[in-house]
């Protein structure tokens, strides 16, 4: 039997450590509600820095089961949760520190909602084909071996069946064991961002991946663009190495098989940018009492058949308000 794919729908950043608001820009971003997660994952740090189950309470009255799982592995066991067929819908919520391109600065705590989905989901909601990514392979390497961190990224190049000349970017953080992962790889194929983590910051690369999938959706491009953002590419692979020692390999392409596209192709394009009411490539918008309303689960208004005013449910949110709808475009 083969070995079951695993799309990225959907993804939200929020501003600061807001589960709330990345969850919903990423069901947003999917085209779903709430109600369709089939099992979410939570992400801890430490005491301090977590995102609290209790959280996602607010979309449904019958929630899917939250799991609590280590932020570092994240990613990795909510894949899993698709490939062992125990979901067609997967959501997880984790912390990341925020890419800043300003020297010495320290980057912010943001909260990064991802949604996973199986090849089934994928073809029962076909408006998603043209936007979600397909992570070909996820590898954590521990930190007991020297050379565990390139065998882990071998053996990603392996469990996604190609070489690393087919890779056109590499994304890789800072890390001392990144110049011997990466070795395989040639110069031009390298995007090591210049360093911007606080002394004691520790990335999952979830806030990056965001990115990655909003560049092979072709979202990062735009008239003014360099040549680097117009290079269409086709496979990427991320390489996150953590304070610990451990590191992790992550190989991801468009699920049509396709190259990413170039703005002139999406720029009209009905996608997850109506759906938010703006690129959260390019710009970062709070969200709207409407937003929220579209992705919380329909069993979060009814109790004993009365309906219950949703718009009560979320004031002390304090949301701003668009006057409008969003619920039939976030079904599109």
Known sequence: MP?????IAGVGISEGLDPVAATTKALLDAGIVYG????????WMNQKRQVQESSLKLLARHQPRVLSVKNRSLLFVAAQSIRSRDANCTLLVGIDQAPDKRNGAKPPTVAVAIVLVSDLFLTSHAYLKDAAICIR?????????????RDAVREALRGARIEAKDIQLVESQHGPSSQRALSDFCVAQLRIPLERSAPNAESSG????CGLVWRFR????????STESRDQIHTCLQYVPSKDGSASVLIVKRSDEKRAPAWSDIKHLRDGRERLGHNPA???RRITIEDL??????????????????VES??????PSKDGDRAALARL
């Open 36 to 43: 369709d997660v089939d099992l979410s994952f939570s992400g």
């Open 293 to 310: 309303l579209a992705v919380t689960a329909q069993d979060k208004f009814t109790s004993t058949g009365d309906k219950i005013l949703p």
């Open 218 to 225: 072709g979202w990062t491009d735009n008239d003014r663009s």
């Open 3 to 7: 070995t079951p794919n695993i799309h």
């Open 137 to 149: 392979s996820l590898v954590l390497a521990s930190p007991e071996h020297p050379e565990s961190h």
């Open 314 to 319: 979320f004031q002390h949110l304090r949301l």
């Open 206 to 209: 979830l806030a990056s991946l």
């Open 282 to 284: 390019l710009e970062t």
